[in-house]
């Protein structure tokens, strides 16, 4: 049993800054159970193959042939992701037969930026364990072709001078070539990951830029994402406030339709009235601010005909804390486009994410020592992310008892032994499990995730008091116990970020449910987590989790389409193809998210 971790024999409690002259070593793999593995492999491989043919079939004849199309599109995602291209192998370790992995995430990322400036970017592909799926052509094809209009429509270009002295005329004007989105910073670490990722994806659809305008607390997080250009709004941007602004200021898109200072005309080609009135409309403001946090101000902003009025607006102001991309499936205007860039929907975020947030190398010193030094050597690394709400809190004997409990409804954590075990005559029921194609060895590391230390003490305290069964060795770790949440401290963001990334390198999670922290770090992951079940009326839930279905994140706040009033969402959009794909969250009953 090793107890390293915060608090235990000289490792250190906290996170610290990068060296800027360290580069993060990556060791050589140590031999050791190769062709056991490949033949497990070979074995994952035949039984994957048949389960894709026999869910082809389905579809084909009981679905019809637009369904058999994207299973099987699905199915050319995951092979894609199986081959010998695109399998990662562990920095520290691994067999002789473990491949190189893709450093460009099978096309994901554009070649050629300067590896110096932001090491993650290509190194974090040997750190991942899970490469569930690779991008569609369609995809790559939208990515590049959006980082080539970023370049034309970055700060500092003439094209966008000229779009800011549009801005500052005080109304839009149709044919310009740069129109954008600006991300705002809106509450915690996770909600703004997650809300930056919507963005993203709303500027691909919409042929838009998206620049972000960063606060103090976020200024050294991320690295530019895209190639020869920044994406971070100047300072002098002719919008004063723009963290000042609220949920609901005078340029919301609501407000402004409330005002007639915007009209959302249904479009009809074959009627001439309705040609006349949209002649007859007033020129659309310079910007307007799109309120899509909690309170989903502009909840009009998922109807067809309300973004066929944005579309004319060539600045627009994101206020959001979400993660509203499955709400964007049941807008007409998207539904075909979201088909084709993910046939298989649960790998929205997971693509997006690894391609779009890379860490600092500030960040990913913190990752990279903290990981090669504790965790490196594990053949199966559990992270475990606990995050209390005041809404649902319960007392930590009760959480510490629901994540135990859980655990052993679904097989996550090693169990221990009794007082009465004969170790050496125990069945290995985690060997099966134990090396998970990462090397030799019978060690679990299981990294906690916590503001507070009380669960990692008590977890440590578990195998510390009981062997593991199987002789499997255990080291349980937490690298920080902040305390508190302070989302407006660099320092603070910096830390919650490693500890993303390192949840992102595991083999299994376990989140807490309503968590934004936890869905970003199952989407970078890859993984289906484990979900425990939040604590509604401050009792211990039952049962206390479930195993997702989907890995991708929960929309906790979305749209209804009848308070919304879309006026013709449901006769374009298949409410059949809707239903299939966007269904109510694991975790969250008034939540939606995508499914396959």
């Not at 793999?29 to 389905?58: D, N, Q």
């Not at 399998?87 to 992995?101: D, E, F, I, M, Q």
């Not at 929205?348 to 890379?358: I, S």
Request: a neutral charge.
């Amino acid at each position: 049993m090793e107890m390293s971790g915060a608090g235990a024999g000289g490792v250190p409690t906290k996170l610290e800054h990068d060296d800027a002259a360290a580069v993060a070593a990556e060791r050589e793999p140590c031999g050791g159970g190769a062709p056991r593995r490949e033949e497990k492999e070979r074995w994952r491989r035949v039984l994957v193959v048949g389960c894709l043919v026999a869910l082809l079939l389905f579809a084909f004849f009981v679905l019809g042939r637009e369904s058999a199309s994207e299973v099987l599109q699905i199915a050319n995602s995951k092979l894609s992701a199986m081959n010998g291209g695109f399998t990662t192998k562990n920095p520290s370790h691994g067999g002789g037969a473990a491949k190189h992995a893709d450093e460009l995430l099978g096309g994901l990322l554009a070649p050629g930026m300067d590896r110096r400036s932001c090491r993650s970017r290509y190194q974090a592909a040997h750190y991942y364990k899970h490469f569930p799926y690779a991008p569609s052509p369609h995809l790559l094809d939208k990515l590049r072709a959006y980082e080539a209009r970023h370049r034309r429509c970055a700060p500092g270009t003439p094209l966008y001078n000229r779009s800011v002295e549009q801005l500052r005329s005080g109304r839009s004007a149709g044919g310009v070539e740069c129109n954008y989105v600006v991300w705002l910073p809106f509450d915690g670490l996770g909600n703004r990951m997650l809300s930056m990722v919507s963005g993203f994806l709303y500027a691909l659809l919409t042929d838009r830029v998206l620049l972000v305008d960063l606060p103090h607390d976020s200024s050294d997080l991320f690295c530019e994402p895209f190639p020869g250009a920044t994406w971070l709004l100047p300072p002098d941007f002719p919008v004063a406030n723009l963290f000042g602004l609220g949920p609901r200021p005078e340029q919301s898109y609501t407000t402004l339709l409330n005002k007639k200072k915007i009209t959302a005309v249904v479009n009809n080609d074959d009627d001439p009235a309705s040609k006349n009135a949209t002649a007859a409309l007033p020129p659309p403001p310079a910007y307007v601010y799109l309120s899509l946090g909690y309170q989903m101000a502009d909840k009009l902003f998922f109807c067809g005909d309300d973004q066929r009025a944005l579309a004319k607006v060539n600045w627009l102001l994101l206020y959001s804390d979400l993660y509203f991309v499955p709400s964007l499936y049941s807008v007409a205007e998207f539904n075909g486009e979201l088909r084709r860039l993910f046939p298989a929907k649960e790998s929205a975020c997971h693509l997006l994410a690894r391609y779009l947030l890379h860490p600092t190398n500030a960040v990913w010193g913190m990752v990279t020592r903290y990981y090669n030094s504790y965790l490196a050597q594990a053949s199966r690394r559990i992270g475990v992310q606990i995050r209390m709400f005041n809404f649902a809190s319960i007392p930590v004997d009760d959480l510490y008892n629901q994540i135990l409990t859980c655990s052993r409804q679904e097989h996550v954590l090693p169990e221990t032994t009794t007082d009465n075990d004969n170790d050496d005559d125990l069945a290995t029921a985690y060997d099966s499990n134990s090396s998970n194609g990462s090397g030799g060895g019978n060690y679990t590391a299981i990294l906690i995730a916590s503001l507070y230390p009380d669960y990692y003490e008590r977890i440590r305290a578990t195998y510390y008091e009981h062997a593991a069964r199987g002789r499997v060795r255990v080291g349980v770790f937490q690298p920080t116990h902040e305390e508190r949440q302070a989302t407006q401290r660099l320092f603070h963001n910096q830390k919650a970020l490693a500890e993303i990334l390192l949840l992102g390198f595991s083999d299994e999670l376990v989140t807490s449910g309503m968590s934004t922290f936890g869905y970003v770090g199952s989407s970078l992951a890859g993984v289906r987590p484990t979900i425990l079940m939040p604590a509604h009326g401050h009792r211990v839930p039952a049962p206390p989790c479930r195993r997702a279905v989907s890995m991708e994140p929960c929309n906790l706040t979305p749209p209804r389409v009848g308070e919304a009033e879309c006026r013709e969402m449901a006769a374009v959009v298949d409410k059949e193809d809707v239903a299939r794909h966007v269904k109510v969250c694991e975790d969250f009953d008034r939540g939606v998210k995508f499914f396959d």
